[in-house]
């Protein structure tokens, strides 16, 4: 009753509750030793909001990269684009806000914002997903997301040291003047 050769088995009611004390004990101790306060802290600073010329610009710049991965790979017209485009850019730019790229100690290390860009990619990966299966299947095409994920991810590496403002000529560190 219980037992496998002089062992208890997994299924056995003092493995599920000892089990369970475990790792309640753990996250009891987990939450003590946390500071609520310093953890939302950090969890609000990750968020931080584009200048509104960059912002625009990198709205601009995935308006296109989405309008080019549409008309390249599936062969649509302006009007068979436009709504797919504002939900995408929208989820993009959360995703890149999300991502922390925005926020000022980010901006000034060159290595920071490719890391954070990528970050913004990868949180944006799934909600682009579910939204074009959900809501526009007719863009649920294999060519299509890798072309706009793909020219978004080099483009936005391109473009966006030089939206930053930041002079990463001294090495990537911080701002001279």
Known sequence: MGVVAGRKTLHSPFFKSWGFLVIATLLAQLTDSWNRETLLQRFFRQFSLPK??????????????FLAAAFVSLDFGIQQMLPGLV?????????????????RDIMHDIMNVY?????????AVLPILIYLHVFMPRFLDEKFIFFFLFFAFFVTG???PLTSGTDFMDGGGRRIN
Do not use: D, N
């Not at 850019?89 to 991502?99: D, E, H, R, T």
């Not at 890391?115 to 949180?123: A, C, N, Q």
């Open 52 to 65: 509104l010329a960059q912002g625009a610009v990198e709205c601009a710049m995935f308006g296109c990269v």
């Open 87 to 103: 939900p995408l850019v929208l989820i993009m730019m959360i995703s890149m806000v999300m991502s922390g790229v925005y926020r």
């Open 158 to 160: 391109t473009l966006r």
């Open 115 to 123: 890391i954070h860009s990528l970050y913004g990619f990868v949180l």
